[in-house]
Every structure is written in structure tokens, then in C-alpha cells.
């Protein structure tokens, strides 16, 4: 069998993974991407069941719909020039112990709804919470990701932005730590601190008191100006991905799926290919694991890097998930939400198990998602169920199956508040547990990710102990979600492309 040589090789097309391919691409390189499934994406990834379009991950999209945008997927969108399609939407549904929310996205639709439930001086409490971020997310903004180098190097990224950076030294104390003391001293009514809470939790997997400060200022930022909204792209996640394979595809690389890698190929203390798991080998100059943490550890041969193996092996990991995906009749029913998120008991942990739950049904702004009158439907459990209850379970057992329908009935339980024949008006329904999660995700214990608090420092970075072999996604710096993830990408492309390639980029974003 000849052996296929290539410059870069790309190992999974999450977020991550295809930012990294086709900046790299951009670059002049030579890049493959090797997709273990049938579908690139990842957890962005999406499917088809009988005219339906189904998502598996991301359901809440921002700074994709204006530009300048400091979202790091926006960014790279549009050095790849790649338009993407989006649709606006300024309201979204909380079911909360206080009751059922509609809340305007933007300064003006919380403060509302803060004020109609707690009264005016916690409004004015809210406020100068907000007041306190400014300077916190601003000095985000100064320093973007994409400008930041791929190794360990931020005081060199500092000083040469120094002068832009200047104003906002007194808040650059605040990026690298938790969100937790900033909300400590600031924000003592409880209402407030949940839904603070809340929004940590949805976006790192992880309570406040473990979530990066300077995500979660720049989501602020974001979200509570005036004129704030929230994104959809046309198509759904599916369309975030084909575009980024549109990029790549663009400037020569390419993507294989179906090709699950087995390990990764060693030359003496360098990486350089892989072997799949038909036996076919490929060299590359650089390797990039979008595999994460413990994935990546199984994919080193022995004995490579053995303590760092050992560290990757022992990340703690985020809780995993309960799916339902749906596909209905939606004749005669009132209009329903795009999302809905909801909240059992402020008195539990926000992460404690079925305590919280996210609904999003993507057809209601975009038609084209499901047939006609009818609605798609995904709904899950963020980063809550336990994966020990699922861990000895055979998928095809009744065991399995008693417990699956048992532990999605709370879908079903706050679904049938709206639609209470929703059963009866279903075409498809597919439910989802942890095993499903692995499984199509290819994940360590189907988890969000590493529960990597920022209360004790930040991700690792995207370069490794092993010559020629690179990281990015959920697992890198900067952590968890759809901005951080494109970013990672990027600093491992800007590690294989160099300084220059990097900096025309940004001349190119003017960032």
C-alpha cells in the first residue's frame, strides 16, 4: 500500500478542527482533515430523518449577524470569505421557579423583567453590575483571541498591542480568572445570581464559581447592549460547517470521512502522519488533534510523552447529556418559542442532575428546517447527567431502554405543559442518552468537556510536549463552546502558518 503524504493532517472536523484546516489552507498549506463518522461537525453537526433536520450540539449563536464582531468564528468566516446566512431574534423563553419568562435580549428586556420581579432597587443593583464589566469586557475586546500567539507567549502578545491595551490595564487582572469573585462582589440578590449562574452553566458547563471572567464579560458585553441580539444561521449548525468546508475546500484542503485514525506515527520524539484503522498510514509535517483530551491520549503510542499522557488521561470531565430530538405536526398549535431554557430549583446546584434543561425548536425561524406545518425539535440536558448510571449498560438491553425513556420523561413533562398531545402529533422521535452522546461524538464519557475550573488557571494551550503535534477544540485554550473552540483552531493554525501568516490575518480583520 502506498503511503499518502500530505503537510497537515487534521484529526476530526469539529469547530475547532475545521478553523485550524482551512486557516491553515488559507495559509498555502497542504491540509486533510480525517472525520471518524459519516458527517463532519462534531457536536455541530447535523442529519436528516424523513425531511427533518435535526442538530446535535449548539443551539444559541451570537456575533455571527454584524460585523465588526468579536466572536472568533465571525472572524474567521470572513477571512475565509465565506458568507454565511443568519437570522436575528430578540426574545427567548426562561421557565423558571418565578415563573414562565419571556426576556428581550439586549440591556432593555432583562432590566424589564428585573424590575417587574424584584423591584427597582434591584434593578439599580443589576445595573452597576453591568457598569463593572464595561471596562472587563473591554479590555477582552483589546486583546482579541486571534491575536494571541500559539504558545505560552501572552506577555509578547501585550506588549506589542501595549498602546491599544494601555487604558484597560486595571481590568486585565480579571481575564484570566473566574467569573465567580466578580459576581461575589457585586451582585447579592439571588435572582440575580442564579441567572448569572445560569448562563455560566450553559456556556462553559460549569457554575460561576469555575467559569472563565473573561468569556463571560465579553458574552455580557455582547448580549446586554442596546442593541443586542441573538444569531441563527439558515440551516443550522450544518450550515456553520458546510460553510467552513466551503473555506477549506477553497484553498485546496480536503476532508475524508469515515476515516478514523488509530494512532498517531512517531519518527524518533516527532509526530509525523497517522495510521487509521484499515491500516493506512499518512504522513504530515504537522499533526492537530481535534480529539479531545482523552482521546488524544489514546491516540500517542506508548510510552510517548508518558506524564503528559498520564495528565490528559486523568482530566476531570463535565457531566454529559439527554437528548430528544422530534419531528411534528404543528397544525393548530399557538406559536411556539425558538428557545426555551429551564430551571427546576434555584436551591440545587445549577449542574446538579435534571435540574436544567434547554428546548430549542429552530423551525419556528427557519421553515425550511422541517416540512411544511410541521416543527423540529431538539431538547438536552446541559453537561448534568451523570454518566456512571449509563456506564455498564449494553444499548441494545431493555435495561437500557427502560432507563432511557425513564430519564427523557422530563422532556416530555415540560413539553406537554404546550402541546399536551405532542406524542400523538410526533413523526419522528429519537432519544438520547450519554452512550448516544459517545457514541456519534466520539467523546470521553459522552461529557461537555474538561472541567478545567478558571478559579485555578486557564486551559491548556494548543501546542504539546510532542514535536509536530498540535491541539485545538473544547480540550485547548481557550475552553468550551463555539467562539472558543474556532479560536483554539486558530492559534494551531497560526502555529503551522508562523507569525506572518498570522499577522496578515489580522491586518487582513483589521482586529
Excluded at 410541521?374 to 447527567?385: D, G, I, K, M, N
Amino acid at each position: 500500500m502506498s503511503m499518502q503524504r500530505t503537510e497537515v493532517v487534521v484529526i476530526g472536523s469539529g469547530i475547532g478542527g475545521l478553523c485550524c484546516a482551512a486557516l491553515a489552507a488559507r495559509a498555502g498549506h497542504e491540509v486533510l482533515v480525517l472525520e471518524a463518522h459519516q458527517h463532519p461537525g462534531g457536536a455541530a453537526h447535523g442529519f436528516q430523518r424523513a425531511g427533518y433536520h435535526f442538530e446535535s450540539g449548539p443551539s444559541l449563536w451570537s456575533g455571527l449577524s454584524r460585523w465588526p464582531s468579536t466572536n472568533p468564528l465571525a472572524q474567521i468566516l470572513r477571512a475565509l470569505d465565506q458568507p454565511l446566512e443568519v437570522m436575528a431574534y430578540r426574545e427567548w423563553e426562561v421557565l423558571f421557579p418565578e415563573g414562565d419568562l419571556a426576556i428581550g435580549v439586549g440591556s432593555e428586556g432583562f432590566e424589564s423583567v428585573v424590575k417587574s420581579l424584584r423591584g427597582t432597587a434591584v434593578l439599580e443593583e443589576w445595573q452597576r453590575f453591568c457598569q463593572v464589566l464595561q471596562p472587563v469586557a473591554a479590555a477582552a475586546d483589546a486583546l482579541p483571541l486571534l491575536a494571541l500567539p500559539p504558545g505560552a507567549d501572552a506577555m509578547g502578545a501585550l506588549l506589542k498591542r501595549s498602546g491599544s491595551l494601555l487604558p484597560h490595564l486595571p481590568a486585565l487582572r480579571h481575564l484570566s480568572g473566574a467569573f465567580g469573585p466578580l459576581v461575589d462582589r457585586h451582585l447579592q440578590d439571588p435572582f440575580l445570581r442564579h441567572w448569572v449562574d445560569l448562563l455560566c452553566f450553559l456556556i462553559s458547563g460549569m457554575p460561576m464559581g469555575q467559569t472563565n471572567a473573561a468569556a463571560m464579560a465579553t458574552l455580557f458585553g455582547q448580549w446586554f447592549e442596546p442593541e443586542a441580539c441573538l444569531d441563527y444561521p439558515k440551516g443550522g449548525s450544518a450550515a456553520v460547517v458546510e460553510a467552513l468546508l466551503q473555506g477549506l475546500q477553497r484553498f485546496g484542503g480536503s476532508l475524508r470521512c469515515g476515516a478514523r485514525v488509530r494512532e498517531v506515527l512517531m519518527d524518533g520524539d516527532r509526530a509525523c502522519g497517522v495510521e487509521l484503522s484499515n491500516g493506512e498510514r499518512i504522513r504530515a509535517a504537522h499533526v492537530v488533534s481535534n480529539a479531545d483530551a482523552w482521546g488524544t491520549a489514546r491516540l500517542l503510542p506508548a510510552g510517548v510523552a508518558r506524564r503528559w499522557q498520564q495528565k490528559l488521561d486523568s482530566t476531570p470531565a463535565c457531566g454529559s447529556f439527554l437528548h430528544l430530538h422530534l419531528g411534528f405536526d404543528a397544525s393548530g398549535l399557538d406559536p411556539l418559542p425558538l428557545h426555551q431554557v429551564w430551571v427546576g430549583d434555584w436551591e440545587r446546584s445549577i449542574d446538579a442532575d435534571q435540574n436544567t434543561a434547554v428546548i430549542s425548536i429552530p423551525s419556528v425561524l427557519d421553515p425550511g428546517m422541517a416540512p411544511p406545518g410541521h416543527h423540529v425539535l431538539h431538547a438536552y440536558t446541559p453537561a448534568s447527567e451523570p454518566w456512571d448510571r449509563w456506564a455498564d449498560l449494553d444499548p441494545g438491553s431493555a435495561d437500557y431502554t427502560q432507563l432511557k425513556h425513564e430519564r427523557c420523561q422530563v422532556f416530555w413533562s415540560l413539553l406537554e405543559r404546550k402541546i399536551p398531545d405532542l406524542r400523538e402529533r410526533c413523526q419522528v422521535v429519537m432519544e438520547g442518552t450519554p452512550l448516544t452522546h459517545r457514541h456519534f461524538l466520539n467523546v470521553h464519557q459522552g461529557s461537555y468537556g474538561p472541567a478545567l475550573s478558571a478559579a485555578k488557571g486557564l486551559f491548556p494551550g494548543v501546542t504539546t510536549p510532542v514535536k509536530g503535534l498540535l491541539r485545538c477544540g473544547a480540550s485547548t485554550f481557550p475552553g468550551i463552546g463555539i467562539p472558543p473552540v474556532a479560536a483554539s483552531g486558530a492559534m494551531a493554525a497560526h502555529a503551522i502558518a508562523g507569525p506572518a501568516a498570522q499577522k496578515q490575518l489580522l491586518e487582513t480583520l483589521r482586529i
